[in-house]
């Protein structure tokens, strides 16, 4: 496996950013498209941002192409042109993965959320497939299986998972490690990323909740912290990636706290002390 971090993360510009990757230790980033990667970038932007990444003897492990969810219950087609545009520039980049949520997967097919969801992720599969690509699905909202169910629907992994098993403790209260052998035909992108759930709560509520005609439950029901410090088992989740044949990144996500540097550094030599890099 390799290891990887959005560049987000540290909280710098792109250029420092980059530096503090390489400093860190990581062998790639991921990036947003609208912020470093400019939605409108054109094909000199692109090569010229791939050249300063590599530049730092770095690489793209996917770019983040998310919109909130409602593309999916709205079917947004200025959004979801955007969307396939985004995984066209992924691969002038070198990549060819898009990260993003899709919303909650409801647990009956009998109801517009689903079908709403299910058409636009069909087109998004289909397109994907046709640039051989992939859009990859966020874990958290709802439980693995039910997502399993959701995108073997499909028929198609264009639509793909970016397994991140601090959403599966924080939100879901699902098992990451169990996680990792249902979709293990789909996993082609992780986050790494740790947390805690504080309360139960209804992920639609956190997700959602428009949608489902919810109040917003507020972010006070979870609790992101560095790796190690939450109620993911690193040692059991890494194993099952290793079991499944998982050879691709744990890119590092660090949303809060005062020193992201410095937490995004011990991330690195968090995951090397399990020698996933061998």
Request: hydrophobic share 40%; charged share 30%.
């Amino acid at each position: 496996m390799k290891i990887g971090a959005i560049v987000e993360s540290f909280s710098k510009d792109f250029a420092a950013s980059l530096k503090e990757a390489k400093r860190v230790g990581a062998d790639g980033i991921q990036a947003y498209a609208g912020n470093f990667i400019p939605f409108d970038a054109t094909a000199q932007q692109l090569r010229e941002i791939k050249a300063q990444v590599n530049g730092e003897g770095l690489v793209f492990s996917a770019i983040c192409g998310d919109f909130g969810n409602q593309m999916y219950y709205e079917q947004l087609r200025d959004l979801i042109d955007r969307e396939k545009r985004i995984l066209e520039m992924a691969k002038e980049l070198g990549t060819n993965i898009v990260t993003t949520h899709i919303g909650v997967v409801p647990e009956t097919k009998n109801c517009v959320q689903y079908e709403t969801m299910h058409k636009v992720c069909k087109e998004l599969a289909d397109f994907a497939k046709s640039v051989d690509g992939h859009f990859a699905v966020e874990t958290g909202p709802e439980k693995a299986t039910l997502l399993k169910e959701f995108l073997d629907d499909l028929g198609s992994d264009g639509v793909a998972v970016n397994l991140d098993p601090a959403n599966l403790v924080m939100c879901a209260g699902d098992d990451p490690v169990q996680a990792v052998y249902t979709l293990k035909d789909y996993i082609i992108h992780t986050h790494a990323k740790d947390g805690k759930q504080l309360k139960k709560f209804d992920t639609k509520a956190l997700y959602a909740p428009r949608y489902y005609g919810l109040e917003f439950c507020g972010w006070d029901v979870i609790e992101e912290t560095p790796l190690g410090k939450g109620n993911v088992d690193w040692e059991n989740y890494l194993k099952a990636l290793r079991d499944i044949g998982y050879d691709g990144y744990l890119t590092i996500e660090r949303e809060c706290g005062d020193d992201p540097c410095k937490d995004i550094g011990d991330a690195v030599r968090f995951l090397d002390a399990f020698n996933v890099r061998k």
